[in-house]
């Protein structure tokens, strides 16, 4: 089992910034993917951001590219999405996930992936 503990939402003025974390725990392997998605109010989950530990390859929504960027800190397992000049239409709760023995490209579809936290929330003010 992996646990995925997502932390640093909140409320931030539209043009500003913020950065999530991923944290995993339990059962972690050398080789696995993290995603970041998001869902917001009478929204489906969407894809944000993805990682691949074993190549260190990222991949984007095209909605995203640009303000945002996913890093990881391997060492201790936590994931990083660099959120800059938000819009209004960024906030929704923010979801990571991962997919364990994986070393292919970027998943960026959620049944992909194996284990979710339980989100944080991102709002943007105008």
């Known amino acids: 089992q992996v646990q995925l503990v997502e932390s640093g939402g909140g409320l931030v003025q539209a043009g500003g910034s913020l950065l999530l974390s991923c944290t995993a725990s339990g059962r972690t392997f050398n080789n696995y993917a993290i995603g970041w998605f998001r869902q917001a109010p009478g929204k489906e989950r969407e894809f944000v951001a993805g990682i691949v530990r074993f190549t260190g390859s990222t991949s984007y929504a095209d909605s995203v590219k640009g303000r945002f960027t996913i890093s990881g800190n391997f060492a201790t397992n936590t994931v990083y999405l660099q959120m800059n000049m938000l819009k209004g239409e960024d906030t929704a709760v923010y979801y990571c996930?991962?997919?364990?023995?994986?070393?292919?490209?970027?998943?960026?579809?959620?049944?992909?992936?194996?284990?979710w936290g339980q989100g944080t929330q991102v709002t943007i003010s105008s």
């Open positions: 996930a991962a997919r364990t023995f994986y070393t292919g490209a970027t998943p960026i579809k959620a049944p992909e992936y194996d284990y």
